[in-house]
């Protein structure tokens, strides 16, 4: 099989037939009706060039000097002895009870074992990346792959998709070093829809400004950005969705249920305007719309509803238009233009004019009791107190928040529709929120559900005889056109938002801007053939990094710290460091703070004055700016944790993704409990987790319940706000001042309101923790995916067994290996209770709890009355990639770590506990994915096995069309029959309009022009114009003339009554399509379809047909060919007269 998919044209091979579609040489052109459209100096940079697609010579000796370089480094790890940081490190412990369960480390291979390889045509992209960039949409045509994002469109030749990155205009840009090639537009506003237009070679995109925009294919690579052919302002509000009829019209889809359709006349008019003339061709369409609502709205009444048009799809084999919004769904004549049906996502008509959207009625009710009707229930228990009243309504409007959380939203949407499609079969299939997918006919009629994952639905591809899914957790999924479940796998790490397929792949796109390639055929047995040859080839697209983290604790006691201090906790180790992971405990304390720390929580708010002294002293301690950067901190009442990166490893340093979890009062106050963050590090994930678990000697089991917890549900996400601005600062207000005025009254009145006032905060509290975590992931913890995972902070973990005097005894001696065995934290560790299989330095410093402030040495250990036992409460721990004590840094143990110091800083005397850093050496293996894209390539269109299997699955089974040429008359109808040959495959057909002429004196055909994405004329009907046809088995398909021969223009949506009678004769090409169900390659036969004005006789073929006429409905046919493209046919054809 050809590495490129190509179109095959076996029935007429001598012909060219097809004159606006391709030229002699065989390269594919415009329209001519283009061309004194796209005739422009300005767009010499856009023509195609051959250079583009293959890379440069100086571009193959780097690649292959880097697989060089990495076959180096292989063998290197393979012959040399340890280096230097590895014999240098500190001995470890490690935790009982790792590798199973959530404990387990993540399964890595050099191809991941849970899918099918797949094609990285542009790998995951840092998020810091993509500000402003973000794709959205992606589409293919017959020979590129198209991407919309919020700065403009861009473009991939298939051509170069196994290439090395170049970047866009030969300049490599942040978050695409590893792109394949590829060529932008300038910039736009966001382009948030796609629809292609293979016929007249364009692909137009609606945009956030309202604006269509048209974009000539085949750009260019290496050149400046490609500007629009054709731009308009088509909605006032963002166009979400766009559509082209099976009649060539352009219909685009807004807020409000505006759906606007562009006329095909008219477009073709503005392409075909000289140079002279173009400036008037963006007022021209702006002014030829036609406004579907004001089409279907009576005596004031519009009967579609006004929620936003987020869908709309073709129904080529009906020729009717599917438009949709979250909850209903309108089907349109894509001919007439004839509102045909509304019905809801239940399959219920719904005929009524649409009323705003307004709060779900539930949860009016709920606030309703809770607050309106709190007064009536406070008369009927007078013996409450005002201060418990208070405590009431505001628990009250906290279990408001709860239910409502629990509902998702603000409202049960589990049902709303998320995605919609058409099958080869004409079935139409929808997703929804709760990852139902609903299958429907042609008509609107609700068919049958299927239920395979509880994730919403995203979006739908259809290739061949199967359904591609693509669901919110970044699940992909695989049906056949029954329904039945094929297969399945996580194919990105964030939401699959859309997919498209083209050049034998079905692209993915994640909301983090991936995009990835998954062969037709997957899941099949092509799968685990090219996973071992990729597999077997690690060795050249391996690369190893090596980087040192820097991870230091402290619990600062509510105190602040010198500047000496900070020198001598991080900035005296921070010399050759890359990252540095600060963790701080009791930054600020007290009942009040954390009351309002937790409704700060509530609605997304976090941080404090105190937190943000700390963090500017560090970055000043570590030249933040120059040095180093900021890339992310959290902070949870008393809480923060913050990182720092060194600015020449920035770029590989991404996604930095927060959380907290608190442990205190009721699991809602900050006072105890965890912070983290988690970052990609060259493409590695790993999370730094701050705690500050219970106190007290005997508090053992509730410090393993602390960690329990944080471990099982810490979440991470970008900050955001889980109500809108204007209700979660309405909500934090209104909290804020209830809680204010509880602590007036707490001082003023009681002086044991505190629990109350921690209850309160509590209840709001834990509200936002479920609404959080209502859409969360449920199953394996977050933090066991993670390649690295270290805990920081104050555990709080005790000596037991031994007297204050004894400690300090053997503190003074230092003997830490007996003080060690009565370590809480050890043994729990050991007993396999907390921190499964984790492992920490051997500790060789004394305690670092408790000390009196600003006494130095080991005399400053706690004198006062308590006289705390010495502990060692601050620690630092990890786990990394290895399964095992021993084990190679490589992409199936991807991170390996060691520990190079371990120490804590006793000369800081500004709490009562000392600081604890720890420096880790940590080698990752990652892939070069410029590289392995290659080795993909490579084995793609080298391998035997591989190109056998692929020529089996793609045959294209044996087909017979009845006829080649139809003469239709007022309304006939001529049936075309198709027969599929062959006893063992099925075959897939379309049909399509290649142009349209007008018929000459003589008999004669002009040029054939196509309408809009190969449309058909209004007067010709195909029906079905595509079908599946089982093997050994005839489709029938009705060749209709509809009486259509009068044109009504509009201007500015207002019918203006020109009428023009169009009494020539016609002529049209259709193409019909053939292939098998794994194949983007066509067998094409072509039928000459006639139109006579009743009581005209027009000859066919002056030859062999000169004694039959064509009369009324009688139907000319040729003998049965073979689509093999057999002479005779041809040489029929010749005869004809033809254009």
């Given amino acids: 099989m050809d590495k490129y998919p190509t179109q095959k044209d076996d029935v007429f091979p001598s012909l060219n037939l097809h004159p606006s579609y391709s030229s002699d040489d065989g390269s594919n052109r415009t329209p001519k009706f283009f061309d004194r459209f796209y005739d422009s100096s300005s767009d010499d940079d856009f023509c195609p060039s051959s250079s583009a697609a293959a890379p440069s010579i100086s571009e193959g000796v780097e690649n292959a000097g880097r697989r060089l370089d990495y076959m180096i480094q292989f063998l290197e790890r393979k012959l040399s002895s340890p280096d230097h940081d590895r014999t240098r490190a500190l001995p470890e412990f490690v935790g009982k009870g790792g590798g199973t369960g959530m404990f387990k480390v993540p399964v890595h291979a050099s191809v991941h074992p849970g899918r099918p390889p797949s094609l990285e045509v542009r790998p995951h992209p840092l998020r810091e990346t993509q500000i402003g960039c973000f794709l959205r949409s992606v589409v293919c045509t017959e020979s590129q792959l198209w991407a919309g994002q919020e700065c403009g469109v861009r473009v991939w030749n298939f051509a170069d998709l196994y290439g090395s990155a170049c970047g866009a205009g030969g300049v490599t840009r942040s978050g695409d070093e590893e792109t394949a090639p590829f060529c ?40 400046a ?157 007078a013996s409450f107190s005002f201060l418990q009243r208070s405590r009431n309504a505001i628990m009250g409007a906290a279990d408001a928040v709860r239910r409502v959380a629990a509902k998702g939203a603000f409202g049960d949407d589990s049902r709303r529709t998320e995605a919609l499609v058409m099958t080869i079969d004409g079935m139409i299939w929808t997703g929804c929120t709760s990852g139902l997918l609903v299958q429907w006919d042609g008509n609107g009629n609700r068919l049958q559900d299927f239920h395979y994952h509880s994730f919403a639905v995203q979006c739908f591809c259809t290739f061949g005889s199967r359904i591609w899914v693509g669901y919110v957790s970044g699940t992909v999924q695989v049906l056949d056109l029954e ?76 105190g602040r710290a010198s500047h000496d201090s900070l020198i001598s906790w991080l900035g005296s180790a921070a010399s050759d460091v890359g990252i540095i992971v600060v963790g701080l405990q009791e930054v600020e304390m007290g009942a009040g703070f954390l009351a309002m720390s937790a409704a700060k929580e509530t609605v997304g708010l976090e941080g404090s004055a105190v937190g943000q002294w700390w963090l500017d002293m560090i970055g000043r301690t570590l030249d933040e700016g120059s040095i180093f950067e900021r890339v992310g901190s959290r902070q949870l009442a008393g809480l923060l944790i913050a990182v720092w990166v060194r600015n020449n490893i920035r770029a590989h340093v991404g996604d930095v993704d927060a959380a907290a979890v608190p442990c205190g009062f009721g699991r809602a106050i900050g006072n105890k409990g965890a912070v983290g963050l988690r970052m ?107 390649d690295m995972v270290v805990f920081l902070g104050d555990f709080n973990y005790r000596l037991d067994g031994i007297s204050y005097d004894e400690a300090r005894d053997f503190v003074s001696q230092r003997c830490f290996d007996w003080l060690k065995e009565r370590d809480q934290l050890r043994a ?34 706690d004198s006062g009355e308590k006289k705390r036992i010495p502990a060692w409460c601050d620690r630092i721990l990890y786990r990394d990639s290895r399964s095992a004590a021993v084990a190679e840094c490589n992409l199936e143990c991807p991170v390996v770590s060691s520990i190079l110091q371990y120490e804590a800083c006793m000369d800081v005397t500004d709490s009562d506990h000392k600081p604890v850093r720890c420096m880790f050496s940590v080698d990752i293996a990652r892939v070069d994915e410029s590289v392995r894209r290659q080795e993909f ?68 055909a002009s040029d054939h022009q196509p309408r809009g994405s190969f ?72 039928i000459r379809v006639r139109y006579c004005i009743a009581a005209k006789k027009l000859p066919i073929d002056s030859k062999s047909n000169s004694s039959r006429q064509a009369q009324g409905t009688v139907l000319h046919r040729s003998d049965i060919q073979r689509l093999s493209g057999s002479s005779d046919v041809v040489a029929h054809l010749r005869n004809m007269h033809s254009p």
């Fill in 225 to 381: 950005p490609f500007t629009e052919c054709l731009a308009w302002q088509a909605h006032r509000t963002p166009v979400l969705s766009l559509v082209m009829t099976s009649y060539g019209d352009l219909w685009s889809g807004s807020e409000g249920g505006v759906i606007k359709m562009w006329p095909w006349e008219t477009i073709e008019k503005v392409f075909s305007l000289t140079m002279e003339e173009r400036h008037m061709a963006a007022l021209l369409v702006e002014r030829s719309f036609i406004d579907l609502r004001s089409q279907v709205t009576v005596n004031g009444v519009c009967n579609i509803l006004a929620s936003d048009v987020k869908y709309m799809i073709s129904d080529n084999c009906r020729a009717k238009v599917w438009s949709a919004g979250y909850q209903s769904f309108a089907l349109w004549d894509a001919r007439t233009r004839e509102l045909l049906k509304v019905f809801n996502v239940d399959g219920q008509m719904e005929n009524r004019v649409d009323i705003s959207p307004v709060q779900d009625p539930a949860f009016d009710e709920e606030w309703k009791m809770k607050f309106v009707s709190s007064s009536k229930k406070d008369k009927l228990q």
């Fill in 1015 to 1086: 449309g058909f004329p209004r007067w010709l009907e195909v029906n079905p114009a595509s079908a599946i046809i089982k093997p050994d088995h005839v489709t029938e398909v009705a060749v209709h003339h509809e009486e259509f021969q009068t044109l009504e223009e509009f201007v500015d949506g207002i019918a203006q009554n020109w009428w023009c009678e169009d009494s020539r004769d016609k002529e049209v090409i259709l193409v019909v399509k053939i292939r098998g169900k794994f194949t983007t390659e066509t067998r094409n036969h072509r």
């Fill in 184 to 223: 932008e537009s300038v910039q736009t506003p966001a382009a948030i829809c796609l629809v292609v237009d293979e016929a007249n070679r364009v692909v137009w995109s609606g945009h956030k400004d309202g604006k269509v925009r048209a974009w000539k294919m085949d750009q260019r690579l290496g050149d």
């Fill in 828 to 861: 729990e560790m050991e007993a396999g209770n907390v921190f499964q299989g984790m492992r920490e330095a051997v500790i060789r410093f004394p305690p670092t709890y408790k000390f009196e402030r600003h006494q130095a040495g080991l005399a400053g250990y």
């Fill in 483 to 558: 329904g039945n479940l094929l297969g399945g796998w996580i194919a990105h790490d964030s939401p699959v938002i859309n997919m498209t397929s083209g050049a034998g792949y079905v692209f993915t796109l994640a909301n983090d801007g991936g995009i990835r390639g998954w062969n037709t055929t997957s899941p099949g047995p092509l799968d685990s053939i090219l996973s071992s040859e990729l597999a077997g080839k690690e060795f050249l697209y391996t690369r190893l990094e090596n980087l040192k983290i820097l991870a230091g604790t402290w619990n600062v006691g509510q």
């Fill in 937 to 1004: 390539g490579e084995i793609i269109g080298s391998n035997k096995r591989i190109r056998h299997m692929l020529e089996e699955l793609c045959k294209i089974p044996d087909t017979i069309v009845s006829t080649n040429n139809i003469i239709l008359q007022n309304q006939d109808t001529s049936i075309l029959r198709i027969t599929n040959k062959s006893g063992k495959y099925e075959a897939l057909f379309e049909i399509i309009c290649e142009g349209q002429s007008t018929i000459k004196e003589g008999g004669l």
């Fill in 680 to 786: 990609r590090v060259y493409n590695r994930i790993m999370c730094f987790v701050n705690c500050h678990f219970a106190a007290h000697l005997e508090a053992v089991n509730r410090r393993n319940a602390d960690f329990d917890h944080v471990y099982r549900t810490m979440i991470f996400s970008r900050p955001s706000n889980p109500f809108n601005a204007t209700t979660g600062m309405m909500l934090y207000l209104f909290l804020s001042c209830s809680l204010a005025c509880l602590m007036c009254l707490y001082w003023l009145l009681y002086s044991s309101s505190l629990p109350l006032l921690l209850s309160v905060a509590a209840g709001v509290s834990s509200a936002v923790q479920m609404l959080r975590s209502a859409n969360s992931v449920e199953g394996t913890p977050e933090l066991s995916e993670a």
